[in-house]
Every structure is written in C-alpha cells, then in structure tokens.
C-alpha cells in the first residue's frame, strides 16, 4: 500500500509540472542501483517507446522492498474503459548476487501476477457484523486469460550480498498499473481493486 500511494504520488507530481514520468523519477533519484533498475527496464522494453493507441496507457513504479531488499522497476501497457485489460509487464530486479537465474525469474514472475491479481480483482467484503465472503466463488482472483506478456530483466551484482526476490514486485506493479490506468483515462483511481466500479465511480467524479 506505501509503494502504491507513494509511486502513484510521484506520477501526479511529474504531471501536475509537466514532466515525463520516467524522467521525473531519474532527476530525483541518487541511489544508483535504483536509477539501474530503471533505467534497465526502460532502455530494454521492446514497447515503451512506441506510440499508443487511444485507451492504451503506460505505467511507470520502482522501489526497494522494505528498503533492505530487492530493487524493483515496473512498466505496465494496459487496455482501459470500464474495464481494465494488461496488455504488457516488464520488469527489472537487481536482488543482488544472482545464484539462481530460473529462480529469481520465477520468483519475479510469480510475484508480478500475484500484485497483478491484489491490484485488479482482490478485495475482502464485510458488513457491520462480519465477513461476509466466505470462498473462492466469492472471492475474485486473476484468471489464466488475464496473463500479459511478462518480461524479466535481471541485474546480475555479482559483487554484491544476495537479496531476498519474492516480493520485491508487488507494490510496483500495483503503482504502475494506477499510473497506466491515469495514462490511459486520465483519471486517478485511489481505491484498490482497480475494478470496474471504482473505475466508473472515478469516471463519474470527473465528467
């Protein structure tokens, strides 16, 4: 929830001055394994350059887990209307030295659907009295067909201590799928999921 207020906020502050998002985030950024990271993610996407078409919007989100652990930068491309649809995630993580690749892209990987599925469909409901979800019928969760293209890039710092990987995404992917989703809308979603009503409810706020 920090990294996703937090990197939500940034990109307000990049627009309310009239400054990419990308670019904003380097001229305040002086830890240089935070500025390779993302730096990393930018320069390797394939999409990120390319010219959107209308509805489709690009997220930008970094951070350090716990600011002891991994180093994590995000870029989403999503498909937004009353719905939102992700299209792309790339990631860049430096955990440090690598002893695993498979497993710290696995890890990376993992942990990006499971912030997707926090991020899109995740929400407890309860009444004055209880919970009143009760199982995974009531309980929305994301679905194989919702998968987007997902591209790792791990920084390699052989010199440096191992670092923990499992869920240095998460916060990340929320942010830059809120930021994609104002890219897209031009609205701002401050209430997660990122659901359909908390999507026209922002849309109604505005028109």
């Known amino acids: 929830a920090n990294v996703f207020a937090i990197e939500s906020f940034m990109d ?18 002086t830890d240089p394994r935070s500025l390779a990271v993302l730096n990393a993610v930018v320069e390797r996407s394939t999409w990120w350059h390319q010219p959107r078409e209308e ?5 930008v989100a970094w951070a350090r887990y716990k600011n002891t652990s991994a180093w994590c930068a995000v870029l989403a491309q999503v498909q937004a209307g ?4 992700v299209l792309q995630l790339d990631v860049a993580v430096d955990v440090g030295r690598v002893v695993d ?12 659907l ?7 469909k995740e929400a407890v409901h309860f009444d004055r009295q209880q919970v ?8 929305p969760t994301l679905r194989f067909s919702e998968v987007p293209a997902l591209t790792i890039h791990v920084l390699d710092q052989p010199d440096q201590p191992s670092l923990g990987a499992g869920e240095s995404v998460q916060g990340p992917v929320a942010a830059a799928l809120g930021n994609a989703l104002f890219d897209a809308l ?3 979603v401050r209430q997660l999921p990122l659901s359909q009503d908390h999507i026209l409810q922002a849309l109604n706020e505005t028109s």
Request: charged share 20%; proline share 2%; net charge negative.
């Open 114 to 120: 499971q912030g997707m599925s926090w991020t899109l």
């Open 101 to 112: 690749l498979d497993g710290v892209i696995n890890q990376t990987e993992g942990g990006a």
């Open 12 to 29: 307000e502050l990049a627009h309310a001055s009239n400054q990419d998002p990308v670019e904003f985030r380097r001229r305040h950024m």
């Open 82 to 85: 009353e719905t939102l649809r």
């Open 132 to 139: 009143t979800t009760q199982s995974w019928v009531d309980y």
């Open 186 to 188: 031009g609205v701002r």
């Open 55 to 59: 509805g489709v919007g690009h997220g």
